[in-house]
Nanobody
């Protein structure tokens, strides 16, 4: 069983930065492509960013690529999401997701088998 645990969410002001972390319980973490999704209030879940198992490939939602950065530390079985210049519209529950490595990170939620419980990020204006 693969478990993902997110942390780092909270209440921040517009313009602040925040880093989310996702720790994966599986020893084979290095063989999983990872991604972050988010669900804004009253909206559908949406892709934020993805990273391949090696960390050599990343992809982002077009509207977020200039402010968000995804990274991973395989030695710590942890994936990160650095979020800068946060805006009120970034308010959402952020989810970490994992899928068996395939070379390119999917952007569709249904492609990911394992999910964390989510961490709330609230950005006040």
């Amino acid at each position: 069983q693969v478990q993902l645990v997110e942390s780092g969410g909270g209440l921040v002001q517009a313009g602040d930065s925040l880093t989310l972390s996702c720790v994966v319980s599986k020893r084979t973490y290095g063989y999983y492509d990872m991604a972050w999704f988010r669900r804004p209030p009253g909206k559908e879940r949406e892709f934020v960013a993805g990273i391949t198992w090696s960390g050599g490939g990343t992809n982002y939602a077009e509207s977020l690529k200039d402010r968000f950065t995804i990274s991973r530390d395989n030695a710590k079985s942890t994936t990160y999401l650095q979020m800068n210049s946060l805006k009120p519209e970034d308010t959402a529950v952020y989810y970490c997701a994992a899928t068996t490595a395939r070379g390119t990170t999917p952007t569709v939620a249904s492609e990911f088998r394992y999910w964390g419980q989510g961490t709330q990020v609230t950005v006040s204006s």
